[in-house]
């Protein structure tokens, strides 16, 4: 008999394209019975995921947050609502264990529009830099070297330039672990510069033939970014660069991935407490998540919740964006208000 694991693994290698190597590390390093739910017909489990614990900053505060991880159904039993289902599943063993918001990036642009059935929306994009190497000058101060285990000082610093986003996905100590090995089965490197001995950036390099991709970059000084990535091109022996990073408003950002309220209430506190100065009212509507509903007053800082009332109706996909800060410009006026955010997610183990 196959264990869950076994089921999991087995629907994993039907429905994505992966390397072998990397679903052995997933489901090595990152699987657990724990935090899979599936559903199971005919003797078999046919539809699964995990939900894969991850912390995210929230306007001054930690919240509790699940990523959805190999989200799939078997292609003989798809088209009958096993997905709905079990994302309606998750979310209430989710509002249950105290995690108040969950997270995915489809793997397709189309299961943008499929998700949003059970009322996730994009709030994660990105942006995109070409570079090429002789734009870029080495400082001859600043040393760069792959990282390796015994650099303690580098997760620290890590950690700390990851905090210092709102509204952003965070890595444990044994996350970044599972990180490091998934760079180290592909060959590519995470770099280091140190200036006087301290830890003063980092570059997140995958190889892609002769183009150098630096999905994530922390540098304290514009010549210590350019000093790491150009040195990171030096000896990659790159030809051209892209640098991935948070969007901006300057540049054609790209959609990345989506988020869904499972507990409202409590984000709409915490929201508030930090913008004490935010007044407005709202009627949230949520089809799945019927505890969700309801008429929020916001004044002083403080939140009320009535069943009855008079207030402009919003979605949970719009709650959801302006709690996240993600074009509060573009929303109805009870929500224009909320402060806007570049909500962003990065590293993760796609």
């Known amino acids: 008999m196959l264990t869950m694991k076994d089921e999991a693994k ?36 046919v539809s699964v995921m995990q939900l894969l614990p991850y912390p995210m900053t929230f306007h001054g505060q930690s919240v509790n947050t699940n990523y959805i991880s190999g989200a799939c159904t078997d292609p003989d039993y798809r088209g009958k609502g096993y997905m709905n289902e079990l994302i309606v599943k998750a979310m209430k063993r989710m509002k249950e264990q105290g995690v108040w918001l969950t997270t995915l990036i489809p793997a397709s642009d189309s299961l943008f529009d499929f998700y949003g059935r059970t009322n996730f929306v994009t709030v994660f994009d990105y942006s995109e830099e070409e570079m090429y190497p002789d734009q870029l000058p080495v400082k001859q101060e600043v040393h760069i070297s792959p990282y390796s285990k015994g650099q303690a000082d580098v997760y620290p ?18 996350d970044f672990r599972v ?4 760079i180290e089965l592909y060959h590519d490197t995470l770099w280091v510069a140190r200036l006087d001995g301290e830890v003063v950036g980092l570059a997140f390099c995958y190889e892609d033939d002769t183009k150098l991709l630096v999905k994530e970059v922390f540098a304290e000084f514009p010549f210590v970014e350019e000093s790491l990535i150009g040195a990171a091109s030096n000896k990659m022996k790159a030809e051209k660069i892209t640098v991935t990073s948070p969007p901006c408003k300057y540049t054609k950002n790209e959609n990345m991935g989506m988020a869904r309220i499972v507990s409202a209430e409590p984000l709409i506190k915490i929201n508030a407490q930090s913008h004490p100065f935010l007044q407005t009212s709202f009627k949230v509507t949520d089809e799945w998540m019927k505890d969700n509903e309801g008429y929020y007053t916001l004044s002083n800082g403080s939140v009320q919740k009535e069943a009855k009332g008079e207030a402009p109706i919003v979605t949970i996909e719009q709650l959801t964006q302006a709690l996240l800060g993600y074009h509060p410009e573009n929303l109805p006026e009870p929500l224009s208000k909320f402060e806007a955010c570049n909500p962003y997610m990065s590293l993760m183990l796609e």
């Open 10 to 45: 087995r629907l994993w290698d039907i429905c994505f394209n992966d390397d072998q190597d990397f679903t052995d590390l997933y489901f090595r390093e990152r699987y657990s019975d724990k935090v899979t739910i599936g559903i199971n017909k005919d003797d078999k489990m």
């Open 157 to 174: 610093y890590f950690n700390r330039k990851m905090s210092e986003r709102n509204c952003c996905l965070q890595h444990s100590p044994e």
């Open 179 to 182: 990180i490091m090995k998934d």
